[in-house]
């Protein structure tokens, strides 16, 4: 009915409202997804793609968009590498690996706001400053006051691709309810997130932010009549103006009450800066009990940045095991392969009992 069509509608705006607030980016630059995978799809494949283009993904990302990744490289010939992001977890600069990383036909480089495995926070700004406006690099030999000299008369033009802006697209899965964020002054081009994680919303709601910068050439993926515009006639005239283009038809739209109410509890407890404050304070404090225990070791050497939590076994048992054994105690925490670890999540409202039973449980298998 029109009546049904009218609140189905309605639900999506208030839904893209309500996230585009938390992000501190106009509603019109969110498309509402099922979650952070399709998300990263939509940038990955509306791209227009050519032979020989280069793609930067980091060495820590999630295998999903790695798969993704690859089905690119083999449909379109594109050249594809990783940055070595995971040896700067204790040392090293991020920003600098992926400067070294970019070529002069780099296109696209993917990385994480918060690397899955090892809870290492990168500078996202800082890093899109480095893909956006990267050091010129004349295309002639020498660079004296007469190469400076036609730089400023006019010829920037002809600068190789390498000064060109390689577009930025976060697999945002483990930062959205966790950072306070301004994605409009980071200057990030796509942000794929969920709802379901640390915003404790329903599975299957997520979104993808779209600048206004990059939707000018960022092309539909999957498309149906919600990211389309039609005459009176049923005639389609084109897309969408903004990032609801992305959108598909039906979706469960009873989730998208459940994610507002689910954003609307967390402000219940405090604001994102003091919900972030207090989860560095819980992951703190869990990261200060293991390093104590013998034969645990964390990955991170000082206190994380964030609510990931990654240790390993020094005793040779393997982490599968601890991970059952603490499962059937009521504790959930898992394995992650690369790198070989245990990863624990601490939330604003996990409590310090429940830190204390995890570390003691351990202590047993370990001690």
Request: proline share 5%; net charge negative; charged share 20%.
């Amino acid at each position: 009915s029109g009546e049904v069509g009218a609140w189905v509608v309605q639900e999506a705006m208030l839904t893209r409202r309500a996230i585009a607030s938390e992000l501190a980016v106009p509603a019109e630059t969110i498309a509402l997804t099922e979650d952070v995978t399709v998300g990263c799809n939509i940038a990955l494949w509306g791209i227009d793609w050519k032979a020989g283009d280069h793609l930067l993904l980091s060495d820590c990302e999630h295998p999903g968009i790695v798969a993704s990744v690859m089905e690119l490289q083999r449909r379109f010939n594109i050249e594809v590498s990783f940055c070595p992001l995971a040896a700067t977890l204790n040392e090293g600069s991020p920003v600098q690996v992926i400067a070294d990383s970019l070529q002069p036909n780099t296109r696209l480089l993917v990385i994480s706001h918060i690397l899955w495995n090892t809870g290492q926070v990168l500078p996202l700004a800082e890093i899109v400053n480095v893909c956006h406006e990267p050091p010129l690099t004349p295309p002639w030999q020498g660079g004296g006051q007469e190469d400076l000299s036609l730089i400023q008369g006019g010829l920037q033009e002809e600068l190789p691709a390498k000064n060109k802006k390689v577009r930025v697209l976060v697999d945002a899965a483990q930062s959205v309810g966790v950072l306070p964020l301004n994605l409009i002054d980071s200057g990030v081009d796509f942000y794929a997130f969920t709802g379901h994680k640390w915003w404790g919303g329903p599975e299957g709601l997520g979104g993808l932010y779209v600048s206004a910068e990059a939707l000018a050439d960022l092309h539909p993926v999957f498309i149906g009549w919600r990211g389309i515009v039609t005459d009176a006639n049923a005639k389609v005239l084109g897309w969408k103006s903004g990032s609801q283009r992305y959108e598909i038809a039906t979706s469960a739209y009873p989730l998208y009450a459940g994610l507002r109410s689910a954003i609307a509890l967390q402000h219940e407890w405090g604001t994102i800066e003091k919900r972030y404050a207090e989860i560095c304070r819980l992951s703190k404090y869990l990261w200060e009990c293991l390093s104590e225990l013998p034969d645990v070791e964390c990955l991170r050497k000082s206190a994380p940045e964030a609510g990931l939590v990654s240790f390993r076994l020094t005793n040779g048992m393997p982490h599968k095991q601890l991970v059952d054994l603490l499962e059937k105690q009521g504790i959930m925490v898992r394995t992650i392969l690369s790198p070989d670890c245990v990863r624990a999540c601490v939330h604003y409202f996990t409590t310090e009992v429940e830190i204390d039973t995890l570390v003691g449980a351990i202590a047993t298998q370990v001690v």
